[in-house]
Structure formats: C-alpha cells, structure tokens
C-alpha cells in the first residue's frame, strides 16, 4: 500500500448512531502526519470514543471520507477492515487492557497471533516474538521479575497500562491511538508513562492519537485539537 | 485458538467445570440408558437360546412361546408321548427335552421335566443352567427351584414342598400325600427358570396317582413307596424343545412337525418367535429410548447456560481480543473452540463414568435381574451418540459466540464495561 504523507485524514465526516436522530460526529477536515503525536481533548460526551471507533475502522461513518495510511478504511469491508486494524494500528483503552489469563508476555504479542504484518517486523529485527516483547516491557521499565511471573493480574494499573503500551506498539504499527490511557493514573506517574511512551514512538517512527480531558498534558504533544472545535455536531 | 480457549476456560474453572460436569452427567446417563435398553433387549431376545424348535400343540406361535418358555398362559392341548418318543427318534434330531406344566406352587409354575433339561437349556449368549446349591433331581419326589423361588419363599436344601394342582397360588387343591423335597437351587438367570419349580415327569406323574379327572380320590391314598415302584411313564406332555444335529435342517423339520400325521402339532423357532413378542413390549423400548433423548436435551440446554453465563464477563475479554486485532472469525472460533473443548472433555469423562456404573451396576444386575450388563467396547452406535453430543456441543457453544462476535462489533471503542 502506497504511503501517504498523512497516516489520518479525515474530510467531511458525518456519523449517528443507529435509532439516534442527532449526529454524534460532523468533522470537516482531521489530520495526523505520520509520527505525529497529536492531542485530542474534549469533555466527555463529545463524542471522542466515536471518533477513535471511525478511525479504528469499527464505526462506518454515514458519510465522508476516513484515510488511514492512505487506505479509505470506509470502502473495507469487515474482515478486511479487521485485519487492516490489526495490522496498522495500536489500540490502549483507558484501563482493563489485559487478559488477566495470560501472560504478561503472551499479552504483549497477542497481535502477532492476528496480523502476520506485524509478526513479520518483530522478526525482522527481534531473533523471536519474546526477545521483542521483552525488550519492549524493559522499555517500559518493567522489572523483569514482573513479566517473567505467569499472570497478569497481578499487575498494578499503572503497570498494567505501560504492557499495554508495549503491546500496542509490537510490530510498529503505523498509528498507535491511546484513548484516555492516563485518566487511572496520578498526576506523576502520568508524565513518567508518556515519557516512556514517546521514548519507544522515536523508535518505531508510529503516529500517536492521544485522546484525553486532562489539558495539562497538551503541552508534551507536537500539536493538540480540541474534538468541541472540530465537531460540529454537538451544538 | 486452542492455547487461547484453554487459558480463559482455566481462568474460569468453575464455570467450565460445571459445564463439563453437565455434559458427563448426560453422556453417562444416555449411554448407560442406551446399554440398558440393548441389553435387555438381548437378554429377552435370549430367554432361551441353543434350541432350535420348540414343539408344542397346534396353537399360535406366540402362545406357545408364552406358555412354554415363559411359564404364561396354558396349553389348549397335550401332545401325547408316542408323538414325542416319535419326534426324538427323527434322524436329524440331537436332543429332545420335554415340557410338562399345569401345575404350581405357591403361585410359582412347576416344570416337569428330564434331566436333559439342565444339560441342553441354555439362555444369554449360549450359558448354561448353573446349581447354586445341591443337584438336580434325582429321586421321583426331588425338586429344583429356580432362584427367585427359593429366595421368594425363603426354601433350603432338603426343604418339603406340597405342589397344587392348577396354576393359581390361593384356594387351590393341593397334592398333599406326595411332598417333594428341594434338591438344588439354581442360580440367577434373568429368565423364567428363576420363576419356576422343577421336578422330573415322573414326579408329576406321581402326584396325580390318587387323582381321578382333576379329583382326588377318597381315602388315603397311596404312600411314595408304593408310587416309586409304580410305571410312571407319562401320557402326554405340554411341549418339547428339541435341538437338531444341524441347524440347516431346521426349517425341513418345522415343517416335519407341522406337518405330523397323528396329532396336530406346531413348531416354532424360539428366536423368530421372540422377536414376534417383543414387538409387543416396543412401547417399553421406544419409553428409554425417549427417556435418553430428553436427558442429552438437558445437558446441552444446560451447556448453552453456562456458556452463555460466562459471556457476560467476558465482554471485555473480547473487546481486547478484538483491540488486538481478533476478527469475528477468531472471536467466534474462539468460543467454538471451548465449547468443542468443553465438549470433548465432558464426554470422555461421561464415558469412564458410564463405564464405572456399568461395570459396579452389572454383578448386581445378572443376579438381580438377570441382565447382561458386562461393560463391552462401544460400538458404532455409541460413537454415534458421542458424536451427536460432540456437533450438539460445539453447535450449541456457537450460539453464545454468534452473541458475543455481534457484542464485540457493538462495543466498539466505547468500552461500556
């Protein structure tokens, strides 16, 4: 697929939920170069999620255009725009981003299982999926005694939240989008997790979405937009 | 996917062992049924077996299978003893063993016969008559009980019984003056023999020495040394197995018999005949067989429960699978993958289960009833039902996966957790 400049364009989008009179979304134009760290703010309710769904390819906007990596994920169909999603982009939720059942480690490389593309960049530069995921949670400055332990439930959240990072970030997915992935954690260790956060970006060259309420952190971004600005939607 | 379903399904024990538990319960319960079902069947199939014909009066065949294998029922008619000397002296006949009923005791059938009866009469997978204690009958008033009848009325060894004429139990003339004595007591067959009283024809001769057309005479009457050295050679009996040196010449001697010139006769095949009487118990059957399908019913409603229970905390699970990447596909293979698993464990152990009970149930089923019940290799049949169980499984585990691949696509990015 060809690269594009930008890794999101967005151009006149327009999105309601089924059974909802009111549009959720009408976005006029969005757009993140690639390994661009954008910030995304607005109240909730603004309808942030939604936005992140139509980006990830979940939600189908009624109308518009959705570019991602130069792809109109709109014209995908379901497994297509599935596997375009495990290929291209890294997903961190807010909390609960672990399967408590698995391994630390098996949690970091779960989208290998789902995306030969990314297995395949591991293996380009790591001898196995484990030496990457290893180093990837080293990275995030998990102590080794941690991933090596079987369960990942026993992780604290703020822990919890920098495996997520490292799975989102396995295999360098063009776009990592991060929706609300701070909100569970104090004021410090906030900034320490984007620290660690922008230190693996420099490294995998992956374009960051950054959706949060929490303005004080707008200022670590290249650039920050306020979803109330852009979507018209909400009168 | 495997690896995936095994580490959730560990995840949820409980729940997963409940289901597994479910499934065995049924899988137990519907094979062991089943095998019940057979193998009554077999053991009714083979009351009587290593007889070739059964000769009696020219009545229908059912009623003279009734009367002279199960003890049910009268003969319309006798057939005289030149007939069966006649019949026994047939170039293809190996053995004959007569029959001579009409009379009972305490409501127990007696059978009178020759000592030939314990030697040819097999039943179940060609099995001989076994003593449990003492011998067969020797002397004119000895007797042999079937086991029922000896732990029925509670008789030993050496034990005097008193026949009655006629077959009911209460309010019957008695042959009071010829007392037999108990000398074996058969083991448990399962079959009629269980239900019966043996003596020689002789003995059944003897007790109607003082009788006249079904009354006693007067007086009193005569002492059993003086019937001992009497002839007592019967008349006439009530029917007649016969086994043939070559079962070829079978249907060439039914119609022999059938045939006879000097009385009319009738010849039946013990098998043929059986299977003609248990079209009648069919509904009995058909009950099991309706009986197992509900109880396979319950356990997979029961599987579809608790998956579906499970689905409820596992949204987020899915919602992460699909984070990560997981299409529907993998979602809903996914689940079909624990619910085959799910399955499959439960089934196999069903299975050693349905074998345990079969192999604890079945002493205590050959001696109580009679049933064959020795645990046997599943056959086709049993492999079939497993794996109607096993596609019930995985197709009833497809609908919570169908539900939740629908939840994952719904839930998108909000995580309404």
């Known amino acids: 697929m060809a690269k594009a400049d930008n890794i999101i364009d967005l151009d006149d989008v327009r999105f309601a939920y089924p059974a909802q009179q009111d549009l959720t979304l009408n976005i006029k134009h969005l757009s993140l170069a690639a390994g661009e760290r954008v910030f995304l703010y607005g109240p909730s309710g603004s309808g942030k999620s939604t936005l992140l769904s139509v980006i990830a390819a979940i939600l189908k906007p009624d109308a518009g255009s959705v570019q991602v990596n130069g792809t109109d994920v709109h014209a995908l169909n379901g497994a297509a725009s599935d596997q375009f999603r495990a290929d291209n982009i890294g997903l961190v939720f807010q909390q609960f981003n672990l399967l408590p059942f698995m391994s630390v480690v098996d949690n970091v490389t779960l989208p290998c299982r789902f995306s030969s593309t990314r297995r395949d960049a591991v293996l380009s530069s790591a001898s196995t999926l484990r030496a990457e995921a290893e180093r990837l949670l080293t990275a995030m400055q998990l102590p080794e005694a941690l991933f090596k332990s079987r369960k990942s439930i026993q992780l604290s959240v703020g822990q919890q939240q920098r495996v997520a990072v490292a799975r989102a970030l396995i295999g360098q997915p063009p776009l990592l989008i991060a929706d609300e992935p701070t909100s569970s954690l104090d004021t410090q260790a906030r900034v320490a997790f984007l620290e660690l956060l922008f230190a693996e970006l420099d490294r995998s060259q992956s374009g960051l979405l950054f959706v949060s309420h929490d303005e004080s952190l707008k200022s670590l971004f290249d650039r920050s937009i306020s979803l109330a600005e852009i979507n018209h939607a909400t009168a | ?417």
């Open chain 2, 1 to 417: 996917m495997f690896d995936i379903a095994i580490q959730s399904l560990r995840n949820r024990a409980l729940t997963a062992t409940l289901a597994v538990i479910a499934i065995a319960m049924s899988v137990a319960l519907i094979l062991s049924v089943d095998k019940i079902r057979r193998d009554a069947r077999a053991s009714f199939l083979q009351t009587v077996s290593g007889t070739d014909l059964i000769v009696g009066a020219r009545s229908g065949s059912v009623q003279l299978l009734l009367y002279s294998v199960f003890r049910m029922g009268s003969a319309t008619n006798n057939v005289s003893w030149e007939s069966i000397e006649d019949l026994k002296s047939r170039k293809a006949v190996d053995w004959l063993v007569p029959l001579s009923l009409g009379d009972s005791h305490r409501g127990y059938r007696v059978l009178g016969t020759s000592q030939e009866y314990f030697q040819y009469y097999k039943y179940g997978n060609k099995r001989d008559l076994e003593f449990a204690q003492g011998s067969m009958f020797d002397d004119v008033f000895d007797a042999v009980l079937g086991s029922e009848v000896a732990k029925q009325l509670q008789y030993s060894l050496g034990q005097s019984i008193v026949v009655a004429h006629g077959t009911g139990s209460v309010g019957i003339v008695e042959h009071e003056n010829q007392p037999f004595t108990v000398s074996g007591i058969l083991a448990p067959t399962g079959t009629p023999v269980d239900q019966t009283v043996h003596v020689s024809l002789e003995g059944i001769e003897a007790m109607h020495v003082d009788w006249q057309s079904g009354m006693q005479v007067p007086g009193e009457g005569t002492d059993a040394d003086t019937i001992r050295q009497m002839d007592l050679s019967p008349n006439a009996v009530t029917a007649a197995l016969i086994g043939l040196k070559s079962r070829g010449s079978v249907f060439r001697e039914q119609r022999a018999v059938n045939t006879y010139r000097q009385e009319p006769l009738l010849a039946i095949l013990p098998g043929v005949a059986m299977q003609e009487l248990w079209a009648l118990v069919r509904v009995f059957e058909n009950a099991l067989l309706v009986v197992s399908s509900f109880v396979l019913l319950a356990g997979l409603v029961n599987l579809v429960s608790v998956l579906f229970a499970g689905l409820n905390e596992r949204r987020r699970e899915m919602a992460i699978l699909r984070a990560s990447g997981a299409r529907p596909g993998h979602i809903f293979r996914l689940l079909c993958a624990e619910s085959a698993l799910l399955s499959a464990v439960g089934i196999c152990i069903g299975v050693l289960v349905h074998y345990l009970v079969v192999g604890l149930v079945s002493v205590w089923a050959q001696a109580r009833f009679g049933i064959d019940l020795s645990p046997t290799l599943p056959g086709m049949r049993d492999l079939l039902i497993l794996l109607l169980v096993f596609m019930s499984g995985v197709a009833v585990g497809c609908l919570p996966a169908w539900r939740a691949y629908r939840q994952s696509v719904s839930d998108g990015m909000a995580q309404r957790l």
